[in-house]
Nanobody
Framework: VQLVESGGGWVQPGGSLRLSCAASGFTFSRSAMSWARQAPGKGLEWVSAIYADGSTYIANSVKGRFTMSRDGPKNAIYLTMNSLRPEDTAVYYC???????????RGQGTQVTVSS
């Protein structure tokens, strides 16, 4: 399983970023895909997910601002982040179960910094 994130960076409050995750090494269509983040000194927070059955999850902390999408033919997921706040500053990880219930794989992460 390989998950490679890209698209992080620095942005001012109120700005937008789009994260991408390229997935390989497993059957993408049968796998749950997620975004999680870890802010400095804090634990991992699950941000959004799209499961193999099409159901979705979005954290209350980002609802209305972040949108997750999934591109089957490209084996990729995206996280479009709007109205960014300083508290969104974190390392963002792409994650998947790789099609195996209970398994968890994560990419190396991409840093998102929101500050003026």
């Amino acid at each position: 399983v390989q998950l490679v994130e890209s698209g992080g960076g620095w942005v001012q409050p109120g700005g937008s970023l789009r994260l991408s995750c390229a997935a390989s090494g497993f059957t993408f269509s049968r796998s749950a895909m997620s975004w999680a983040r870890q802010a400095p000194g804090k634990g991992l927070e699950w941000v959004s997910a799209i499961y193999a059955d099409g159901s979705t999850y979005i954290a209350n902390s980002v609802k209305g601002r972040f949108t997750m999408s999934r591109d089957g033919p490209k084996n990729a997921i995206y996280l479009t982040m709007n109205s960014l706040r300083p508290e969104d500053t974190a390392v963002y990880y792409c994650a998947s179960d790789g099609g195996v219930q209970g398994a968890e794989y994560r990419g190396q992460g991409t840093q998102v910094t929101v500050s003026s």
